[in-house]
């Protein structure tokens, strides 16, 4: 199996660097104007979920003195690290960020506001994957072992071994669930507080999922225009099988943005436009919005929030995540970003976010 597996990884990356070279190689006919009109769409949906999210927050906090720009900016650095790196470390950045920026916040209130944005998306993700696997085009669950991207095709291919990952994560659910049983009460009671605006309906509408299908119009504009910018031809059709492999890319979060399952979808679905094209088309989507994402996500890492690296926040965030544990233990004092979180809009008004986080680590140790 080991070999088998070796071997299957080399065909997917030997299949994506091809992809990337056709790309490179037929720059001269990507349509400029569509991409950048493309790439402010993209950044314009995720700039209405990021107030979406705002507004679950000011619900949760109603209290609490805190600016969208923090949770704008925590937003845009959480998915351009996600289109970078793989597993999904930005969801990290994003709740370390949002955290630090709301006094009095606790991580787990701030986590359960995630999950108020997934309640619409993915009502919408459903009727996306019904469009996606009546179109004939579509490859069904058991032919992803077909796809030359080897984490899906894998994972088709080795049932057993995917249902083990899947029962092995609900196992670590419970024990989590029973490590934190001594504190499950104050536990569930911020779990409810960061999801508060569910309880208003005509707010939730009103504050949250206005937003969010503005949002998904902007993607699907977005998608349109990048369509069209690679020559695959922006369609309603044609969008909603984008956003069809998207569903299923993000559900294997081993490669940055599911690159590699994003690649072997698109060149499978488009493969009628030329597999050259397809294949310049799936590689140059993920290239350009990461590159988006990722420049205005370190830009907002170092301009707003004061860190110098996607590096220095992770660890800033661990050292918090701690203090937070110690502190609930009734072994630390109040975690001090909550104290002089308002000194990073200032540059001159002492240490920057960065250098705190340092002093802190130090003493803790």
């Known amino acids: 199996m080991p070999i088998l597996a070796s071997t299957s990884i080399g065909k997917s990356l030997s299949t994506f660097f091809d992809a ?16 950048l ?4 769409f993209f950044g314009l949906n995720l ?22 720009r923090r949770v704008w900016g925590a937003y845009f650095a959480a998915v351009g690290f996600n289109n970078v790196v793989p597993a999904r470390g930005g969801d990290v950045i994003k709740l370390f960020l949002t955290r630090s920026s709301i006094p009095g916040s606790r991580y787990p209130t701030v986590a359960a506001a995630f999950f108020v944005e997934s309640v619409f998306d993915a009502a919408v993700g459903v009727f996306v994957l019904i469009f996606a696997f009546t179109q004939g085009v579509f490859p069904k669950p058991p032919d992803f072992s077909k796809l030359s991207s080897f984490d899906i095709s894998y994972l088709a291919e080795h049932f057993r071994l995917t249902l083990f990952l899947i029962t092995l994560l609900a196992v670590v659910g419970l024990v989590v669930f029973a490590v934190l049983s001594s504190r499950i009460q104050a536990f569930w009671a911020r779990v409810r507080q960061g999801v508060t605006i569910l309880s208003d309906r005509r707010r939730y509408v009103r504050e949250v999922v206005s937003l969010q299908v503005l949002a998904w119009l902007s993607r699907f504009a977005a998608f349109w225009f990048l369509l069209d910018a690679f020559r695959i031809g922006g369609s309603v059709k044609n969008v909603l099988l984008v956003f069809g492999v998207n569903q299923v890319a993000g559900a294997v979060p081993f490669t940055p943005g599911g690159a590699g399952v994003q690649q072997a979808l698109i060149v499978k679905v488009f493969a009628s436009s030329g597999g050259a094209v397809a294949a310049a088309y799936s590689v140059g989507q993920q290239i350009a919005i990461a590159a988006f994402t990722a420049s205005i996500g370190l830009g907002a890492i170092v301009f707003i929030f004061r860190f110098r690296s996607f590096r220095e926040v992770i660890d800033a965030g661990r050292a918090s995540r701690e203090a937070e544990r110690r502190e609930d233990r009734g072994e630390a004092e109040p975690d001090a970003y909550e104290e002089d979180w308002l000194a990073d809009d200032d540059v001159g008004a002492g240490e920057s976010a960065a250098a705190r986080s340092r002093r802190r680590r130090a003493r803790a140790r």
């Open 37 to 40: 009109i493309g790439l402010l």
């Open 20 to 35: 990337v070279g056709k790309f490179f190689s037929d720059l001269a006919a990507v349509h400029w104007p569509a991409l």
């Open 47 to 68: 700039t209405l979920r990021s107030r979406a999210f705002f507004h679950s927050l000011r619900a949760a906090y109603p209290a609490a003195p805190f600016q969208w």
